[in-house]
């Protein structure tokens, strides 16, 4: 079923295996027996899933992070317990372990983040908010721990296979790709009455529903931005977006003699999950191949800036540099809750941000605990700037 003559099997930590990334990044270890082997898995309340998947792929450990854990009669014997936020840092440290997948959603990812890396882990990395929040506190742990991080994303998966091999004085542009969303095309005036299940609905990816609603709003393609420059060590100015919402290319690499390289793949997260998970070698068993016969057109155009203004926000706080990332990220949690909970308009999220960042100083965050106080003051703010919209 594979190959690359890998000999022995990759010892894999899921955090958040209940969620979107964690249930297919399960799907590929099933597929691929001889080359992982689950040590812990951990969800946040999903209590009766980890349970399952803990029968399936027989953990040394498992944490339950926002939820009273299982009884351990319930469990295969010998399957250590932990749970809380704590439970989450000591799987992505735990010793017997090649790669940690962090797939948790939230702020609560970052400190499971830096564990891994100062363990001197390879982290695989789904969670958007270690290096678009944490950014600073991210590096230095690196720094210490010398873990390597490997981006789950699709565009960052993407960028590093066109960035591979490529010298740093031949790169122009990394542009990224962005379905567009479920409105792409609409103007500002119908955004105004757009419905949370009508944000809901993703064109062409399968995902959790803050992602969605980031995907609809364009915030999710902001925060990658972000992420790009955390991962590669690249300018803002050298980080591109386009809409192509076919969602096949990933991502360019635009070279200094005008040549451009695109990574193609079909728009499962499953492949990049493989290719993270596997790096720097590759599966041999896709998920699926583009049918050439079948594709049709692939499409490009620029953002509508005007109609989301999110773009214009995540890179206004990327230039700003130290915790102002982490308050446009914390603000855009907090205004999607609300807007997923019926509080506030589609159009209410990225204003509710911008007036949350034009409220703030920004400071250079030390630690994961100043990251977090970052974040309480932008969720607080953006409370108000909601409650101030909605009247
Ligand atoms: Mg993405």
Redesign the pocket.
């Known amino acids: 079923m594979s190959g690359n003559g890998a000999a022995t099997r990759r010892r894999l930590v899921l955090l958040g295996s209940t969620g979107s990334i964690g249930t297919q990044a399960l799907d590929v270890c099933r597929r691929h027996p001889d080359r992982f082997e689950v040590v812990a898995l951990a969800a946040a309340t999903s209590v009766d899933e980890v349970v399952r998947q803990a029968w399936e792929f027989r953990p040394q450990a498992i944490c339950v992070a926002a939820a009273p854990p299982p009884p351990a009669a319930d469990l295969p014997p010998g399957v250590a317990v932990c749970t809380g936020a704590e439970g989450l840092v000591e799987l992505a440290a735990m010793q017997d372990c090649d790669v940690v997948l962090n797939g948790v959603v939230g702020m609560v990812g970052l400190r499971a983040t830096v564990a891994a890396l100062e363990a001197g882990r390879t982290l695989a990395l789904a969670n958007k908010e270690s290096l678009v929040a944490g950014g600073p506190v991210v590096r230095a742990a690196r720094e210490r721990g010398g873990g390597r991080l490997v981006p789950v ?4 998966a993407a960028s590093a296979q066109v960035l591979r091999g490529e010298p740093r004085d031949e790169i122009a542009r990394l542009v990224l790709t962005a379905s567009g969303g479920p409105f792409r095309g609409l103007t500002r005036a119908e955004l105004a009455a757009v419905t949370v299940e009508q944000a809901l609905h993703h064109p062409t ?1 399968s995902m959790g529903a803050k ?1 969605t609603i980031d995907s609809a709003t364009l915030f ?2 902001g925060l ?1 931005v972000i992420e790009a420059h955390e991962l590669f060590d690249l300018s803002y100015d050298q980080i591109g977006v386009v809409v192509h919402p076919q969602s096949i290319v990933h991502a360019i690499l635009e070279l200094v003699d005008g040549s451009a390289k695109a990574q193609m793949g079909l728009p499962d997260m499953r492949q990049p999950i493989a290719w993270a998970l596997a790096y720097p070698d590759r599966l041999d068993d896709p998920v699926g191949r583009i049918d050439w016969a079948t594709l049709g057109d692939l499409t490009f155009e620029l953002p509508d800036t005007d109609a989301f203004p999110a773009l214009g926000l995540a890179r206004a706080a990327g230039r700003a540099g130290g915790d102002a990332p982490a308050v446009l990220n914390a603000a855009n949690e907090e205004a999607v809750a609300a807007f997923l909970a019926g509080g506030c308009g589609f159009l209410d999220v990225p204003a509710a941000v911008e007036e949350t960042l034009a409220r703030h100083e920004v400071s250079e965050p030390c630690s994961v605990d100043d990251v977090v106080a970052a974040e309480a003051w932008a969720r607080e703010t953006t409370r108000e700037r909601l409650a101030a919209r909605i009247g």
């Open positions: 994303d699709s565009e960052h990816w992602i999710n393609k990658e």
